[in-house]
């Protein structure tokens, strides 16, 4: 008898990937048997990265980890993702309590349409205050972000914007 897999995806636009994203999924990797991290966009949104320099950058800061897959889905439910890569749980993580009432409802949504659990990590401390927006932001007008997304990511940054 076989031990079924336990799945989960981490969704996110990843636009790009920080160093709270990386400390959320490294953190699922420990609990979970294989961790799908979920690049979900809309083809009509312009992103600062291309959905392949956002797989490439994740790959780039989290596929060392050995129990990781990496896609991008567009136009889709993440709950629809889910049942699609057979997924138990979602993964998320939360900064704050703005963060808690912005995710909670979508959460129950989530588990109304296919039953996926939502699980919710308190952010790193020392990471709270960080998020691709506020990252790009600070960038495009010379500040500095160094240890808040991998060396990678502040690279790719300082050549973008």
């Not at 996110?12 to 799908?36: K, M, Q």
Request: aromatic letters at 4%.
């Amino acid at each position: 008898m076989t031990t079924p897999v336990r799945r989960c995806v981490c969704p996110g636009s990843y636009d790009p990937v920080t160093n709270g994203h990386v400390d959320v999924i490294t953190r699922a990797s420990g609990l979970f048997d294989e961790v799908v991290v979920a690049i979900l966009h809309n083809p009509v949104k312009q992103g600062t990265f291309t959905i392949e320099e956002r797989l490439d950058l994740v790959r780039q800061s989290v596929g060392h980890l050995p129990n990781i897959r990496i896609g991008a889905w567009a136009d889709r439910l993440v709950a629809d993702v889910c049942r699609d890569v057979g997924a138990v749980a979602m993964v998320k993580g939360l900064r704050g309590g703005t963060d808690f009432a912005y995710e909670l409802p979508m959460a129950h949504m989530n588990h109304h349409l296919t039953g996926v659990e939502t699980l919710f990590l308190a952010s790193d401390p020392t990471l709270q205050h960080v998020s691709s927006s506020l990252i790009k932001e600070v960038v495009r007008y010379g500040g500095d972000v160094a240890g808040l997304v991998p060396d990678v990511v502040l690279a790719a940054l300082r050549a973008r914007l």
